[in-house]
C-alpha cells in the first residue's frame, strides 16, 4: 500500500507540474488539446482528472479512472453532467460541497494571475460504492480563467483516501502562495441536503423570482411537475411556505 501511495504522490507532483506551467486566461480547447495526453497518463495511477465548465454545467473532459473512481458509466456522467455527483456523494456531504466550492471560486477570483498559478483547492468528501458503503476522496482544483477573464472552468483530480475516516471531514482547504485558507461549511444545510438535484434547482429558481410557469420553461419540464416538486420540497424542509425553504439556500 506503501508503495502505491508513493507512487500516486509522485504522479500528483507531476500533474500540478504540468498544471503550473498552462496559461491562465485563454481559449479551454487549446488549453485541453495541450494538457489531456498528460492528464489521460494519470489514470495508469488510479487517478482520475477532469474538466468542468461552468457555463454549460458539465464536463469538458474526463480521463478514463473518471467514471471508475465513481462507479458510474461514462455515458451517464456526459448525459448528465454535475447531477451525477448528487447521486454518488454522501446527502451530508453534497451541499457541503457546493458551498465550499462556492468560497473556494470567490477566493480564486480575488487573486492576481501570479497568486493564481501558485494556488489550488482541496476537498474532501464522501462517496457511495454499489455496496452502500461510502468511502473518502480527495478532490483537488484549479479554477481558471477564459479569453474574457472569466472563471469558467475546473481542471482537476480526484484520489480514493485509504482508510474509512478521515479527519478533515467535509472542509476545503485552499493554498496558495505558502498561506492556507480553511474554508468551513455551514452547518445549516442538512435539511437541504434531503432535496433531490430537480427540487434544489427548482428552489434556487424560485429564490431568483421565477414563476413556476418560467421554470418549467427553463427546465423543460411541465408546470404541474414543478409544482409537484415545490409541495415535495415543502415538505421535506418541515416549512409552510417557499419564502421560509428559499431563505435556507442563504446558507449555502
Not at 34 to 55: C, I, N, S
Not at 58 to 78: E, L
Not at 230 to 242: S, W
Request: glycine share 4%; aromatic share 10%; proline share 2%.
Amino acid at each position: 500500500m506503501a508503495k502505491t501511495a508513493d507512487n500516486t504522490a509522485a504522479e500528483i507532483k507531476k500533474w500540478f507540474s504540468i498544471l503550473q506551467s498552462v496559461k491562465l486566461n485563454r481559449n479551454v480547447d487549446q488549453m485541453l488539446a495541450e494538457m489531456a495526453p498528460g492528464l489521460d497518463q494519470l489514470a495508469e495511477a488510479k487517478v482520475a482528472t477532469f474538466v468542468y465548465d461552468f457555463r454549460k454545467s458539465n464536463y469538458r473532459y474526463f480521463n478514463s479512472y473518471f467514471p471508475i473512481i465513481f462507479q458510474t458509466a461514462a455515458s451517464v456522467i456526459r448525459k448528465q453532467g454535475f447531477r451525477f455527483m448528487q447521486t454518488v456523494t454522501h446527502p451530508e456531504d453534497f451541499l457541503k460541497c457546493l458551498y465550499v466550492t462556492k468560497q473556494a471560486v470567490i477566493e480564486f477570483s480575488k487573486m492576481k494571475d501570479v497568486e493564481q498559478l501558485s494556488s489550488h483547492f482541496r476537498l474532501f468528501f464522501r462517496i457511495r460504492r454499489p455496496d452502500d458503503t461510502w468511502v473518502w476522496v480527495m478532490q483537488s482544483n484549479r479554477t481558471y480563467s477564459d479569453e474574457d477573464q472569466q472563471l469558467t472552468f475546473n481542471v482537476g483530480f480526484l484520489v480514493e483516501l485509504f482508510g474509512n475516516q478521515h479527519p478533515f471531514k467535509v472542509i476545503g482547504v485552499l493554498e496558495t502562495n505558502g498561506r492556507t485558507i480553511d474554508i468551513i461549511p455551514d452547518m445549516g444545510t442538512e435539511k437541504l441536503s434531503l432535496l433531490s438535484y430537480r427540487e434544489l434547482e427548482i428552489l434556487q429558481l424560485v429564490k431568483a423570482g421565477l414563476t413556476s410557469k418560467e421554470i418549467a420553461l427553463r427546465l423543460n419540464i411541465t408546470e404541474n411537475t414543478v409544482k409537484a416538486h415545490r409541495k415535495n420540497l415543502i415538505k421535506k424542509l418541515e416549512v409552510k411556505k417557499m419564502i421560509q425553504a428559499t431563505s435556507m439556500l442563504d446558507s449555502i
